[in-house]
């Protein structure tokens, strides 16, 4: 997989064997991330199943993801190009996207969607050659391009608020967990919603307070592993860093997440450390 940044979306292309890719609760909980992707198989097949029954895909297929929900995919050895942008880039103008997860359709459907698949692959040879200048107008192109595909004819449709709301929180969470005083009411107040929604949001993560700890814990796993650049730093330091008033609550903590204790992570805790960050390509996400 090679990607590029263009700051307003990820553009990359992808070639890979066999596999089964899945997208599970979990890792929406704990990424928290809130975009679209828009694939277009260049080769091989895949059988796609995003909640709405199985749907095979062929060489010259659109596929769409939305981040935010469960989907599977088998796949055998393909090549495809992938876009990923936030959803706050097409929302405004396209109303909820979500029903569209897991949609497969010809590149030949629509003279949109023929120009959008031969876009990409034009894009897929020139964006390596491309100045900033010129990287920044590409990625202008493009949003405008999925948004004039993705257009429906009948007009808007309501938003999901629930969804769009737990990745708002989970993106605040992740924002602010420096703060001692992080917990259920701040979000409350933060998001004027009730305990009881806020709980209901939560309850697949075991409960708000077990999804900020966790949040805690897995940015002092990366500042431990030496994943966050810096000198590395007393256990102490890295406790109130995340968030934790005491050294002792903060080791306590980390030994039942983690089965060691603080003082034993270094630079071989790395792997795991990225785990749980998602590594370069999810903090690029998060930033556009």
Known sequence: ?????????????????????????????????????????????????????????????????????????????IASINLLMPRRSLDRRLGDLSPLHGRVFRQDLTPLTQLMGDHLRSLATCVEAADAW??????IATVALCNAMLTPEGGDTPYT????????????IDGDLTAYDLDADKLTARFGISRTNLYALFEPDGG??????????????????????GPRQRIA???????????????????????????????????????????TLMSWMKDL
């Open 1 to 77: 997989m090679k990607n590029h940044n263009l700051q307003r979306c990820l553009f990359g292309v992808l070639r890979a064997p066999r596999q089964r890719i899945e997208r599970t609760p979990s890792q929406i909980s704990v990424q928290a991330v809130d975009h679209l992707l828009i694939r277009i198989y260049l080769d091989g097949t895949a059988r796609v199943d995003a909640g709405g029954g199985d749907r095979a895909v062929k060489p010259g297929d659109f596929t769409i993801f939305d981040l935010s929900q469960v989907m599977r995919s088998d796949t055998g050895e």
């Open 208 to 229: 708000v307070a077990s999804y900020i700890r966790n949040r805690r814990l897995a940015r002092a796993m990366r500042i431990l592993a030496g994943i966050e650049r």
């Open 161 to 172: 608020p629930d969804t769009m709301l737990g990745i708002a929180i989970r993106q605040f």
């Open 134 to 139: 010129q990287r920044d107008s590409l990625s």
């Open 237 to 279: 330091s890295v406790g109130y860093a995340c968030g934790f008033e005491t050294e002792k609550s903060f080791s306590r903590a980390f030994k039942r997440r983690y089965g060691v204790n603080p003082s034993e992570v270094d630079a071989s805790f790395g792997m795991q450390a990225h785990f749980e960050q998602g590594a």
